[in-house]
């Protein structure tokens, strides 16, 4: 009976998705001697290797592999989805996440396919010429143009310590127009979902996340950076449901941030059979031991790194041998920051049963995330009792 209804509900989903799908194919094409196929043919991927990406994408959404297809479909009308992509307080760092690697990956290409109306680091044009490209693309494409932002964003007596172009328009300033005619508005990486590095105590530049400055819903892809797939995955998701997904108590997508980085872990094993490093370089260190004693903060963090990985998935901080530092998470910097020890404020409380890969940042809650424990130590403890080699 239960996967009779689940059949019908993806039936439905489906024919949903087609509509969609048809619905973007009569909006005016941006590109008309282009297309996705030949944008990836150029670079050596074959029709074999974008539907295997489109099916890597699918699976990623949780949707089942008869959706792949429909994915493939996607992708090919990104293009009538205009994109303002904005830079506030930051590094560039989630724009290299995306676009800078060895080789192009199909997500960055797929970057290069759609119109990305503004775009400070890849677009020629500057000054004036860049504002009025701004000016005209908000207006032009009004509530049907999708709005990224990156980077923290200076408000109160420092708002102007970001000033952006000729006209002398606060970051702040312009973050707000932007909004306010957006069809989707999404937060790139820490610094615009809750503040990041910029937002540190004592925040001397009052860099907020992009949230606090506008009253629109907006959907936060944290991460210092995030991967370029959960970029691509929330343009995706917009994509193929046309609306906001199912986000977290901190507006993230749940399909890429509900579970921990801990229970995705590939030393999650080590961790279990109480197998630690003790300091960097030692003998633990070099035979993939758990780093929690010297400072991984993956059990108190919620991102699909140790899945998704960086680098067109060659590998991610924990596997090269440093712990995850929380990036993801409100606040990280001040909570959890570089230091390389377990967190003091978090050890030794109860341990709550049911709290293993399941868990999910709505089911453990805001305070216990920053006040108190997931009994992650006091399980530490135990088990390096029993495994007495350690």
Not at 20 to 27: F, S, V
Not at 183 to 190: L, M, R, W
Not at 332 to 355: H, I, Q
Request: glycine share 10%; net charge negative; aromatic share 10%.
């Amino acid at each position: 009976m239960n996967d009779r209804i689940k059949d019908i509900t993806y039936d439905s989903l489906y024919k949903t998705f087609e509509e969609r799908i048809a619905q973007l194919k009569k909006l005016p094409k941006m590109r008309e001697d282009d297309s996705i196929e030949s944008t990836i043919e150029k670079h050596g991927f074959s029709r074999r290797d974008f539907m295997t990406w489109a099916g890597a994408m699918t699976a990623m959404l949780s949707l089942p592999a008869t959706f792949t297809p429909l994915m493939a479909e996607a992708v090919k009308v990104a293009d009538r989805l205009p994109i303002i992509w904005l830079h506030m307080a930051e590094c560039t760092g989630c724009t290299e996440s995306l676009l800078r690697s060895a080789n192009p990956s199909i997500d960055s290409l797929i970057f290069d396919y759609i119109s990305l109306e503004y775009q400070e680091t890849i677009m020629t044009a500057v000054g004036w010429q860049a504002e009025q490209n701004l000016e005209h693309a908000m207006e032009k494409y009004k509530g049907r143009y999708i709005l990224m932002v990156e980077g923290g964003i200076p408000v109160g007596d420092t708002e102007n310590f970001l000033t952006i172009g000729g006209h002398g328009h606060s970051g702040k300033h312009t973050a707000e127009l932007a909004s306010e005619n957006a069809a989707a508005i999404f937060a790139i990486g820490t610094c615009s979902a809750f503040g990041g590095v910029q937002a540190a105590a004592p925040n001397p530049s009052g860099a907020v996340g992009l949230s606090e400055v506008t009253d629109k819903t907006v959907i936060n892809v944290p991460g210092c950076p995030p991967s370029e797939k959960n970029i691509v995955g929330t343009l995706m998701h917009y994509l193929l449901y046309g609306t906001l997904p199912a986000l977290d108590v901190f507006n993230r997508p749940k399909w890429a941030y509900r579970l921990r980085i801990h229970d995705l872990c590939e030393r999650r094993g080590r961790f279990d059979a109480g197998e630690f490093v003790e300091h960097f370089g030692d003998e633990g260190a070099k035979d993939g031991y758990c780093l929690y004693k010297v400072g991984c903060k993956g059990p108190y963090t919620f991102n699909n790194c140790g899945k998704q990985k960086f680098n067109q998935g060659t590998s991610w901080p924990v596997q090269t041998g440093f712990g995850c530092i929380g990036c993801s998470e409100p606040n990280f910097w001040d909570t959890m920051g570089t230091v390389n020890e377990p967190l003091r404020d978090r050890l030794y409380a109860t341990t709550f049963s049911g709290l293993g890969a399941d868990a999910t940042a709505d089911r453990i809650g805001v305070g216990l995330l920053t006040a108190t424990a997931v009994g992650i130590a006091a399980h530490a403890a135990i088990a390096a009792v029993k495994n007495p080699k350690k």
